[in-house]
């Protein structure tokens, strides 16, 4: 899926290193003024970059032709055929019904790279004699842009007749196909619903859309030797096999890999001696934080957070068992409405609904604090319930009509697009929905700056770290605009889009939204609370900051080209990506420094009391540090170069830097997020955090075990049979079905199982706040936290 490897290693470090001591410079390198400059070129270099590639991609994109038979006068399918095609696809959950081009779900084949083997075979079979020339007539592009038609072989359009035949049965819930023995038991191993389509006619679209899908894998761009989506996938039936071109630009990236970790250990060896030591107030600066009623609204968001993430897990285990035992022990009318589509489109959209709720409910809690305000503003209180409520809509409605649509509730294509499934991974729900959310991303933004604008508008900044602050307060302001104005980016292409064009905006969201937006966001918000804990000079806060938002980006921008390598985009875009994504993993090399930095904030807490408050915080950034260094930076970069992605892409290692970074980075943030809200509405309580700190203490032993012992090394075999068989067997019942991929599935149990009992631990500490807040029961054993 997606990669999510940022990490604002160098900004965290140094922020925590320039305490409150006015001995500690760093103008000379981490200067405010110096920082904005550097924040500006980013930004114009990077989305420069994006602006020109962003034409190629629209210029060079796989034409969507009608596809006329030699010496016949009736076309094979048209272009709107195909374009149908792709929306019925996408109304049965599109990606998260396998995968198109690599990316989607893993249970199921990658449908353009089954197709492709499935039609080499049979055309070679048909063509007889004549078989020789199979390469070289599947290869050419005949191509007519005027006319927008593509001649193919009578032989060829036979093998394209006879396997729609199969796709039809497959998903009409045919109950035999020439083309398998057990078709009932491949759409099980598969977890393709029993009947999918209940129309014949749109499943023969549908498979003219997957039929585009695999005529892009292997016809050849105009006047060059490589396919539209790069010779991906390997196939040696049809001449498909890893570029030069793949191969030169997975060396400059490792290259670049090394020359960027020597650069920025130099660049930390060079300027050690600016940074001075941690020191923490002999008092907590909080002791007498006002909790405006806005702030304390935001409780009820942090719940949701725990409650989503608790539903993931749930969701999480549900999938696992449908993959191992299919509907085993579940009756069939449950599996067939939430079916392992919905489970997993489900899994997908709570982790980014939880990861969005508690960066937002962070901004709101902090905002009035940020704004100098012991009273809210007008209708501050009553928006943010507003918005709550419309949050909770959102959820439900969406998720609601996501099961509408894979069970073929809707009566209109358009109406399953606008309130069903999108069929875009992560960014699944309806068309309504997201502009809905998008909504709700502009009021908030207004309640943010209705908030704080005192700080940016009212400051006097002679005052003493008055400069600091207002530069930190103008960074939670801009990250905030981007934050709403990014999402937006969700908009630019509708269900009748090339499925190339719509990649290229998806990756708007699921990498600059959530990897690089939130990343600033997340990393001012930490500086902002250490300044208010009174560890952090306010300028050296805002100035590292500043730089460390222009390392992450300067690779973040253009490297979210490293998703895109063979979905139908030009050579630029590839190499684009390769360059810059691996700049991406060059912070995380260092990510021992920062858990270092944690541990000694951590361990403080033995002669700070009043330290032991934030104590399960620190430790989720502790753990926050390890997956950003593990699941990725290690498991992120294994997948990241092209010549490595053109085997791996949608297969299980995929699954493993997911885990590993989605969960460990921005589910563990999430939870550190909402703790913080937690714990700064309700400083005067005494909290027991004993089964909190067991809990998220397992919770990471946990998905440790499920990624090393079980998923990882899935992934590794899957890699080795992508390399031997060609990439579709890797996908297929051969590897699916395969007795070693099953007992190592089986081989997560114990992960999961402490995982799951894990998460029940955090969720009885939060249930045990609830009760307290709401019914006033004490915790027990609560006083003995901070009076021993």
């Known amino acids: 899926i997606v990669s999510l490897e940022r990490a604002a290693m160098v900004g965290r470090i140094s922020i925590l290193k320039n305490a409150s001591s006015g001995s500690i410079r760093v103008e000379s390198y981490y200067s405010i003024t110096r920082g904005w400059i550097a924040v500006a070129c980013v930004f114009v270099f990077g989305f420069a970059i994006m602006g020109f590639t962003g034409m190629q991609v629209y210029q060079q994109a796989p034409p969507i032709p009608t596809f006329k038979i030699e010496g016949e006068h009736e076309p094979l399918c048209t272009k709107d055929d195909i ?327 809707f009566e209109s294509l358009l109406m399953s697009q606008w309130f069903g499934h999108q069929g875009y991974e992560y960014v699944e729900l309806g068309r309504f929905w997201q502009c809905f959310l998008l909504a709700g991303l502009f009021i908030w933004l207004g309640l943010m700056v209705n908030a704080i604008w005192p700080a940016l508008l009212k400051a006097d900044l002679s005052a003493t770290n008055a400069r600091g602050r207002w530069h930190l307060t103008a960074i939670i302001a801009l990250a905030g605009a981007a934050i709403t104005f990014f999402y937006s980016a969700g908009l630019m292409y509708n269900a009748k889009t090339n499925l190339t064009i719509m990649d290229y905006w998806r990756f708007w969201i699921v990498h600059m939204w959530v990897e690089g937006i939130f990343e600033v966001f997340i990393t001012v918000i930490v500086a902002q609370v250490f300044v208010m804990l009174g560890l952090l000079n306010p300028e050296a806060a805002a100035g590292v900051t500043l730089f460390t938002t222009g390392v992450f980006l300067f690779g973040g921008i253009p490297g979210m080209y490293h998703h895109n390598y063979f979905a139908g985009t030009p050579t630029i875009v590839l190499a684009t990506g390769a360059c810059f994504s691996c700049l991406e993993v060059v912070p995380l090399a260092l990510m021992g420094f920062e858990a270092a930095e944690y541990m000694t904030l951590h361990k403080m807490a033995g002669t700070h009391r009043w330290l032991c408050k934030y104590k399960p915080i620190v430790n ?69 955090t004993t089964w909190l700190d067991r809990g998220l203490k397992f919770m990471n032993i946990g998905m440790f075990l499920q990624i090393f012992v079980s998923i990882f090394p899935i992934g590794i075999y899957q890699f080795v049979l992508a390399v031997q068989n060609d990439y579709w067997y890797a996908r297929s019942h051969n590897f699916h079905g395969d007795s070693t991929v099953q007992a190592l599935k089986w081989a997560r149990a114990l992960g999961d199982s402490i995982f799951s009992c894990a998460m029940l631990m955090v969720l009885w500490f939060v249930w045990g706040q609830f009760c307290r807040r709401n019914f006033k029961r004490t915790d027990p054993g609560a006083a003995s936290l901070l009076e021993e």
């Open 620 to 688: 989720c950034f502790i753990y926050v540090a390890f997956w950003n260094l593990v699941g990725a930076g290690f498991l992120g970069f294994i997948i990241n170069p092209p010549a490595a992605q053109y085997f791996m892409i949608g297969s299980y290692l995929t699954v493993a830097h997911s885990h590993g970074a989605l969960w460990g980075v921005y589910g563990v943030l999430a939870m550190a997020l909402s703790l913080l809200v937690l714990r700064l509405s309700d400083l005067k309580m005494k909290w027991d």
């Open 83 to 409: 374009i149908e095609g792709q929306q019925i696809w996408q109304s049965i959950g599109g990606q998260q019904v396998g995968s198109i081009w690599g990316h989607g779900a893993y249970q199921a084949p990658d449908w353009s790279a089954d197709w492709l083997h499935r039609e080499a075979e049979m055309t070679i079979e048909f063509m007889g004699n004549d078989s020789q020339n199979y390469i070289y007539e599947v290869r050419r592009n005949t191509y007519d842009a005027d006319k927008e038609e593509f001649t193919i072989t009578p032989a060829r359009a036979k093998a394209v007749r006879r396997l729609s035949k199969y796709y039809i049965a497959l998903f009409t819930g045919e109950d035999s196909s020439p083309e398998v023995d057990d078709i009932n038991a491949l759409r099980k191993l598969y977890q393709v619903k029993d009947v999918s389509l209940y129309d014949k006619e749109k499943a023969q679209k549908m498979a003219h859309f997957i039929f585009w899908a695999a005529w892009a894998c292997v016809t050849e761009r105009p006047g060059q030797s490589i396919t539209y989506t790069n010779s991906w996938p390997q196939e040696r039936l049809v001449g498909n096999h890893m570029s030069g071109e793949v191969l030169i630009w997975t060396l400059v990236s490792v290259g670049m890999l090394v020359g960027g970790i020597g650069w920025l250990t130099w660049q930390k060896a060079m300027h050690h001696s600016e940074l001075g030591q941690l020191q923490a107030p002999e008092e907590d600066p909080l002791k007498d934080f006002v909790v405006t009623p806005s702030m304390a609204s935001m409780v009820k968001w942090a719940y949701l957070v725990f409650f989503l993430s608790g539903f993931q897990i749930v969701l999480g285990v549900y999938i696992v068992h449908l993959t191992i035992d299919g509907n085993k022990g579940i009756p069939n009318w449950f599996t067939q409405h939430i079916t392992y589509t919905v489970a997993r489109t489900w899994h997908t959209q709570t982790a980014i609904f939880a990861i969005a709720v508690s960066f937002l409910s962070a901004g709101l809690f902090l905002a009035p604090a940020v704004g100098g305000r012991t009273r809210d503003p007008p209708l501050q209180k009553l928006l943010c319930d507003v918005l709550f409520l419309c949050l909770l809509i959102i959820v439900a409605g969406s998720m609601a009509g996501q099961v509408a649509a894979i069970t073929q509730s």
